[in-house]
């Protein structure tokens, strides 16, 4: 890591970085790279990313994700697609495991990955195709405030890829509902090309395995650190919560949007 210092920018954004990864209390955030060690998605479809990027059939592309995680969807993607990419994510450990990866699938010299903010990536980066960006937090404000910011990355024409959430049921104000959404989006000056629906069933696939692999590192940390069981067990409840609301209230959605030119 260059001058930053992540470890205290986490602290300064402790709540949303929290919330980007499901994690409530701020003393299991330095746990959760041993709790997802096994995990190599974090919670993204890069199949569906995969997908809506073929229906662009862009040449040579440019892409940048924030909030890469693991890499998986950089790695995925462009193994199928010619181009380069940057990622960046806060968690060190994150990117370490991104690097290795890439270079365990030969894709290396394509993608940079760096720990970093990704508030701080806004500022430098430009010209892209393709932005890829989970809408997990409210890091970047509003909806609306959110592709303002986004924007300044990408070329002419280009696209965001964002992974988001909705309501099915529209009782809980702070989730934006679908309309409200497309209409920030557009508001922002961008045309929503696609909304592609997860299925459930996948959900509760990825959600079980997900959840049995967190369980196992849990398990293996209240041996290790037992005064802070009900820490951990808290933990593991919240995310079977999580995947509760995800499965039955929630849906999961990955949208295509093009900047208009
Ligand atoms: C739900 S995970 C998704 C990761 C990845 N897109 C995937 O699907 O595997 C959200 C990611 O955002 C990262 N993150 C949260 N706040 C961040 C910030 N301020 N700057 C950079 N990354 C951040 C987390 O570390 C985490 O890896």
Redesign the pocket.
Known sequence: MDAVDHKK?IEM?KE??GK??SANDDEILKHLPYLLQDLW????RPDIQLDLIKTLDLKDIKIL??????G??LIRILKHQTGKGVG????EE?IEEAKHKSVEWKIDDRIEFRT????ETLKTERNYDVVLY?I??D?LGTIEECFESLKQTLSNGGYIIAETIYPKIETDDSIDSQEEFQRQVQKAGFVLLEEKFWDTEDIRTMNQEYTTKIVKRAQELITKYPQEKIMFEEYINSQVEECKELENDLYCVSVLCQLKS
């Open positions: 920018v954004n949303e970085f980007s990864l998605e974090l919670g993204g994700d924030l909030g890469c995680g693991k998986s969807s960046t994510d806060i968690v994150f970093e903010d990704l508030v989970g997990d937090s890091i």
